[in-house]
């Protein structure tokens, strides 16, 4: 059975009382893109099990995720996944409260796979199944390992930034009053998103155009490092001012700022910047070398890939990637301090960055302001995310009926 750990106080408990274990085990299901995951949680804090089975090797040749090999693989891998993730719990099917899944947003086959999958489970168990959304789950990853660690406390509101392949988004994240707790209900404000691609999108064509491996994140951050991050000097465009969104809370200490900076992002201009610049530098045919030199290997890795990459490629990896986390940095902070936030939470697959992190990290700390990452195992999709997120939902009653669906271009907030 999985370990005690501390969490919030408002749900006292016996943990030697195994009944009262079992009506806090909530089972993850997360089939949005090309992970299929399992996972068992306890009381939203206790990670029992987390089982990710990864389609990314399916997807790499063919450069991104098919929508129909991502649904085969998903029916072929949800029963086994969530056999293992009830095993490595110790814990049985008979004991969980809940049963909750990703209903969107992504892939509407592959949600459906989870969906259907969920719903039987639940019936079958007799237990309440709890729709959960992805974005939220994200979210969720980081306020679930700040409550394992008892000393990382955050006080509301929250500002928190999804950055992942499929969503670039800013997030207020609220419950009634400044203290974080388990049984209130969460409220989200989008006040920030991608007008095209998201930041991993890029990352992923980017990485393609140079040819190196995907998901391209992984590769570019590995990489960056060993170029100069200042030899191209890519800026990116300000985005037209939206209008402010009706409900919408501005910190008083800023107030003039609500007419003026919108906290929109675009990516899709860095891309064709690098494409552009490939093609003024004559870097095609080495980019060619490679990317038939890494075909040649069975299984290439970064450490292939360096080698291969001569000091102009290097320099341009790194200047994208320092291009890129400055524009999340700057419209995140901007964010932070018009919205008066008390934390920032960052959270998704490109959160893996190391650069990111490190410069999130070093501004907030001269912002005085608290900062929370997931850990790398909990950056990119999983379902103890997804099992995290539905705990507040399950002390309210929350629950979805038969009538939960797919939902692709399911919003938050
Ligand atoms: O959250 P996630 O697993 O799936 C989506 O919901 O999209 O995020 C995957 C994205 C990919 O675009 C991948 O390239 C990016 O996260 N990513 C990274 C890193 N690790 C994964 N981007 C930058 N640096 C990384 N270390
Ligand atoms: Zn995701």
């Known amino acids: 059975m999985c370990s005690d750990r501390s969490y919030s106080a408002g749900y006292t408990k016996d943990v030697t009382n195994e009944q009262s274990e079992r009506s806090e085990l909530i089972l993850g299901i997360e089939s949005s893109c090309d992970e299929t995951a399992a996972a068992v949680v306890r009381a939203g804090t206790n990670v029992c099990s987390n089982v990710v089975a990864s389609q990314i090797a399916l997807h790499a040749n063919y450069g991104g995720v098919v929508p129909e090999l991502a649904s085969r693989e998903h029916l072929r891998n949800i029963v086994p996944v969530m056999r293992e993730a009830i095993l490595d719990s110790g814990y049985a099917l008979s004991d969980l409260a809940a049963i909750a899944v990703t209903e969107g947003p992504g892939l509407a086959g592959a949600l459906l796979v989870g969906i259907t999958f969920a719903k039987s489970l639940a019936f079958g168990l007799n237990v309440p199944l709890i729709g959960v959304n992805h974005l939220e789950g994200h979210i969720h990853a980081v306020l679930m390992e700040a409550r394992q660690h008892a000393e990382q406390t955050m006080e509301l509101p929250l500002l928190a930034l999804v950055v992942s392949g499929g969503h670039t988004h800013l997030y207020l994240a609220e419950q009634h009053g400044n203290a974080i707790q388990d049984q209130a209900a969460w409220r989200y404000k989008n006040v920030g998103r991608t007008v095209d691609d998201a930041a991993g999108e890029a990352y992923d064509k980017v990485a393609k155009l140079l040819g190196l491996g995907y998901p391209g994140g992984p590769w570019i951050d590995a990489l960056a490092k060993h170029g100069n991050a200042?030899?191209?000097?890519?800026?990116?465009?300000?985005?037209?001012?939206?209008?402010?969104?009706?409900?919408?809370?501005?910190?008083?200490?800023?107030?003039?700022?609500?007419?003026?900076?919108?906290?929109?992002?675009?990516?899709?201009?860095?891309?064709?910047?690098?494409?552009?610049?490939?093609?003024?530098?004559?870097?095609?045919?080495?980019?060619?070398?490679?990317?038939?030199?890494?075909?040649?290997?069975?299984?290439?890795?970064?450490?292939?890939?360096?080698?291969?990459?001569?000091?102009?490629t290097l320099d341009l990896i790194a200047s994208f990637q320092h291009a890129v986390v400055g524009n999340l940095l700057r419209q995140t902070f901007r964010a932070a301090e018009l919205f008066g936030v008390h934390g920032v939470v960052v959270s998704g697959g490109v959160a893996a960055n190391r650069e990111l992190r490190a410069r999130f990290q070093a501004e907030a700390d001269r912002r005085g302001l608290p900062v929370a990452f997931p850990s790398l195992a909990l950056s990119t999709d999983n379902a103890a995310m997804i099992a995290a997120a539905a705990w507040p939902k399950l002390l309210n009653r929350e629950f979805a009926d038969d009538s939960l669906i797919a939902t692709p271009q399911l919003r938050l907030g």
Request: glycine share 4%; hydrophobic share 45%; proline share 12%.
């Open 230 to 312: 200042r030899a191209v000097p890519f800026s990116f465009a300000e985005i037209k001012t939206r209008a402010p969104r009706p409900g919408i809370p501005v910190s008083k200490k800023a107030p003039a700022a609500a007419h003026g900076p919108s906290f929109d992002f675009s990516f899709s201009g860095i891309k064709t910047a690098v494409l552009r610049y490939v093609e003024t530098h004559g870097l095609k045919p080495s980019i060619e070398a490679r990317r038939e030199a890494l075909a040649a290997l069975p299984a290439p890795t970064i450490a292939d890939a360096l080698p291969l990459c001569d000091a102009q």
